[in-house]
């Protein structure tokens, strides 16, 4: 097994476990790694933690070159599995968050820009290098960075293939928020999941999916699109966590939300 996955209170925690190798996203790692997401959601967690067992100071290498093909096809073609599994990330329903502890290069910054939350410790630092091995990057991931990043700093991170610091990267919005390594533990957990568990997860998820959905949008929203955001906000809003969450703050309570992220799966919309 190259992923471990550990449920602790409602937060699924998946760790990388393939140091020796630098935690490549191999075809199998990229496999595992869905696996564990499906087994968080499917768990009923409010959030899933990606972290890595780091040799060297490396939180993962990116994508495995060894795997990559020298046949003329397309290495990031939409269904290899590393391109499978940034998608995964992005859809899931709640929120995923990447604890980095180490270096992170190529396929993994991505994977950890397609992350919602990004916790990382001050010595971590950040590269996309298909510049360095010669792949054109697609353009479905180049717009990531840009969206995330703005077009300058993508620019300069797709140009130069030189890793940026942890305080460069929260500057520009890459990361949340930076720790120093011994501290990281804590920030991630009370920063970032005990929030998660307080909050509503099924409002969470509405947002989450509004998000993946008006990212992906031009200057002008479908109509379908515009139909499914009301959708997924209908179903929170006329549901039992809306009127708990305003109760709770009228009686000046802790809120006590039961609603899943799974009652907005439906296919009638």
Not at 72 to 78: F, S
């Amino acid at each position: 097994m190259l992923v471990n996955t550990i449920i602790k209170d409602r937060i699924c925690y998946v760790e990388m476990q393939n140091a020796d190798h630098f935690n490549c996203l191999s075809d199998e790692m990229c496999q595992e790694l869905r696996d564990a997401l499906d087994t968080g959601y499917k768990s009923e967690c409010v959030g899933i933690v990606i972290k890595a067992q780091c040799k060297k100071g490396v939180w993962s290498a990116g994508h495995d070159i060894r795997e990559l093909p020298q046949n003329g096809d397309d290495p990031l073609a939409y269904d290899v599995p590393m391109e499978k599994l940034l998608r995964k990330v992005q859809e899931t329903p709640i929120p995923v968050i990447a604890c980095v502890s180490g270096t992170v290069w190529g396929g993994a910054c991505d994977l950890c820009l397609s992350c919602d939350m990004i916790v990382s410790s001050r010595t971590a630092t950040f590269a996309i290098t298909p510049a360095k091995i010669g792949i054109p990057y697609n353009a479905s991931g180049i717009m990531h960075f840009i969206n995330q990043l703005g077009m300058n700093k993508a620019r300069e991170m797709f140009f130069l293939a030189t890793p940026i610091t942890a305080e460069d990267a929260l500057n520009v919005g890459l990361i949340n928020r930076v720790a120093d390594l011994e501290d990281l533990e804590n920030v991630l957990e009370e920063q970032f999941c005990n929030p998660l568990r307080r909050n509503s997860i099924l409002s969470i998820s509405a947002i989450k999916r509004q998000f993946r959905i008006l990212s992906k949008a031009a200057t002008v929203i479908p109509s379908e699109s515009f139909e499914r955001i009301n959708a997924y906000r209908t179903r929170v809003y006329k549901g039992a966590d809306y009127l708990e969450g305003i109760n709770s703050f009228l009686e000046k309570r802790s809120p006590n939300y039961k609603g899943k992220a799974s009652e907005l799966d439906t296919k009638d919309y």
